[in-house]
Nanobody, 128 residues
């Protein structure tokens, strides 16, 4: 069974940075596309960034492009989301998700939330 554990969330001031980690157990991450999603109170869960396992291609939501960077360390079986220049509107619970990439681009997987395995989430709060 796929298990994912997020960490690295917390309280940060506007303009600050955080690095989220998504660690996998009981399976090898490099066989899966990985996505980072977030959900703010009263809003739908949205795709923030996704990364392919086949060609390393990435997708970023327009709202985070240029500020967030997704990366994977297969040796550590971990995917990261580096978040810089954080804004109050980035406040949300952040989830990572995994799914073998078959026929969809990572952009489509992010847009349609085409992931079956999800972590429990980590809270990110951006506030002064």
């Amino acid at each position: 069974q796929v298990q994912l554990v997020e960490s690295g969330g917390g309280l940060v001031q506007p303009g600050g940075s955080l690095r989220l980690s998504c660690a996998a157990s009981k399976f090898t991450l490099d066989n899966y596309a990985i996505g980072w999603f977030r959900q703010a109170p009263g809003k739908e869960r949205e795709g923030v960034s996704c990364i392919s396992n086949s060609d390393g291609s990435t997708y970023y939501a327009y709202s985070v492009k240029g500020r967030f960077t997704i990366s994977r360390d297969n040796a550590k079986n971990t995917v990261y989301l580096q978040m810089n220049s954080l804004k109050p509107e980035d406040t949300a619970v952040y989830y990572c998700a995994a799914e073998p990439q078959r026929f969809m681009t990572v952009q489509a997987m992010c847009a349609y939330r085409s992931f079956l395995s999800w972590g429990q989430g980590t809270q990110v709060t951006v506030s002064s």
